[in-house]
């Protein structure tokens, strides 16, 4: 045989000279979940591994990641009922515990990249993204509650605003709304490809955020569609995203190498709760190796194509490197 792959196998060297894909923490962003109080760590019982935190201790979490080397994160407010209504007014008010949490975060480690959820669902008494009226969410007179929402993460000092709300025309209406309050610098990461997954149930369990009727598959993708999400990633783009984000990210593998071959700007993917929460029970089962499936799920997305993965992975991948 004069070709034989394998002769560029035969040891850890000449492996390492002809890898393809790399992956390192630099591509890794930690999700949390934030709650109001003190002393609050609060183990989530369908996402085993992952807490809801108070400020106070999250901030010491926070440090314990800059350790090993993790230095991006998104923030996710979970709110008691109390604090929520239909219109979601407690995203913008002024004692709100997130924005603080914003505040006092970029105040004790101004090096770290934060990034936002904007959407109404944490904050709606109805547990929708969008404004509902007589059952139907209504898609415009969503965009001026999103913008109000964005302006005051944005003047808190948020780096990145995520719109997970997937809304029609959402990131042109914040793009204009942050740049005419001279919030230029402020990023967007567009929830581009946003499917109506059955892989979100452990992060709804952890916000208390589940649609109180109905379903999300007016404003989420079929997961049936691959060519949809090309048409929402060019107008994303148009609109001013900075980055197009796919979610799912371990189901529609094929979708983020679709967009990063088609895409002008870097693709993110979020490996969500679901995903990680199977992972988490057959670890604990005994049934998989958790470290190397966890790589190899890590591996898998930056092989698609994505430029940074959203993980509840990602301290302990770090911690793997570190070791």
Known sequence: MLIRPRRNRKNPAIRAMVEETHLSVDHLI?????????????????????????????????????????????????????????????????????????????????????????????????????LVSEGKILNDETLPILGKMALAQAQAGIDILGPSDMMDGRIAYLRNVLDAASFTDVSIMAYTAKYASAFYGPFRDALNS????????????????????????????????????????????????YLKETSSVPVTAY???????????????????????????????????ANGILSYFAKDFANFLKK
């Open 210 to 257: 589940a649609p109180k009727y109905g379903d999300k598959k007016t404003y989420q993708m079929n997961p049936a569609n691959r060519r949809e999400a090309l048409l929402e990633a060019q107008l994303d783009i148009e609109e001013g995203a900075d980055f197009i984000m796919v979610k799912p990210a371990l189901a529609y593998l094929d979708v983020i190498a």
């Open 30 to 130: 930690y999700p949390f979940f934030l709650v109001d109080g003190k002393g609050i760590q609060q183990e989530i019982a369908s996402l085993p591994k992952n807490y809801r935190w108070s400020l106070d201790l999250l901030l010491k979490e926070l440090e314990s990641c800059l350790h090993v080397g993790l230095n991006k994160f998104v923030l996710f407010p979970a709110l008691p009922d109390a604090l929520k209504d239909a219109t979601a007014t407690y995203s913008y008010a002024e004692d709100n515990f997130y924005l603080e949490a914003i505040r006092t975060i970029k105040t004790h480690f101004p090096e770290i990249v934060l990034m936002s959820d904007v959407a109404m669902d944490p904050y709606s008494s109805d547990g929708h993204d969008g």
């Open 271 to 305: 490996n969500v709760s679901g995903e990680c929460a199977m992972v988490y029970a057959a670890a604990d089962k005994g049934w998989i190796d958790y470290e190397s499936i966890v790589s190899e799920i890590l591996l898998s997305m930056r092989r698609a194509g």
